[in-house]
Every structure is written in structure tokens, then in C-alpha cells.
């Protein structure tokens, strides 16, 4: 028997999806039997979707990253608050630590400010004319249009 999420046991019908159909014959595959029987060994990787996963590894406390953004709308509320209800349940110690690559209004303002560019250009913005208000040169980005740097 391979090893089943949910059941501890597998049977080929379980996997539809050839990616992993490949990967339960490769020679370092790991069960959930075994991290479960050395937990401090293994670092597991787990998106809210595989959540049900932690029944198998039977957590018995541990650290859970949580390195996506905070929800920011009704739908991602409730999913985070079953996942908070998950590690809650396992006993995780819940730690949120996010980098979006996004940066607030007055430190964009302050970096720009220490970097000096000759030219702004505003990209990846939702407001580009915001750029405008700051006393500087910037040029607004238009559609199909090639800029020499």
C-alpha cells in the first residue's frame, strides 16, 4: 500500500494527476508516517488547501509561517479564520510575516526621495498621477509605447 492523505493508505485510483502519480514511485518520497515519527526532522510545506494534511501528521505543537498578505476581503476573512482555526486546533504557534514587494504611500515617498532619480516613472501603480504632486520630473507611462533610459 502507498501511503493515503487522510487514511494513511493509497490505492492508484486515488491519483488522477500524472505530476503526482510520477512522484510517488521516487525513491526519497516521504509519508506522513514517518515526519509524523520524527517531527523535529522535517520543515513541511503546507498551503491552506492541504490543511487537511495535518490530520495524518498529527502536529504535536510546532511553528506554522503564515507568509501570505492578511486578508483584505470578506471571502479571504472566513479562510483565514478556519486556517487560524486549524493551527488553533493542532496547537501551532502562529506567526504572520509577509513581504509583498508593495510599500506604503510615505516610505514610497521617502525612498524616492534618497534615490533621486533624474526621471520617475510610475509603474505598477493604481494612482500614477499621484507622482505628479512630487517636485520632480515624471513621465506617465502610455501603452505600447517605447522609453529610452
Known sequence: MKPKRLTGTYIDE?????YIKKRLNYPNIITAEEITKRQRDYM?????YYFNMLIDLKPKGGLYIHSLSEPFNEEMEISYERMKAWIKHFNLKFVQS????HINGTDLKELIKNVTPKVLFPIHTEHPGIF?????QTRMIKEGKTYKL
Open 44 to 48: 513541511v510545506v503546507l498551503n491552506f
Open 132 to 136: 505628479r504632486t512630487l517636485s520632480m
Open 14 to 18: 486515488d491519483y488522477t494527476d500524472m
Open 98 to 101: 509577509h513581504c509583498s514587494g
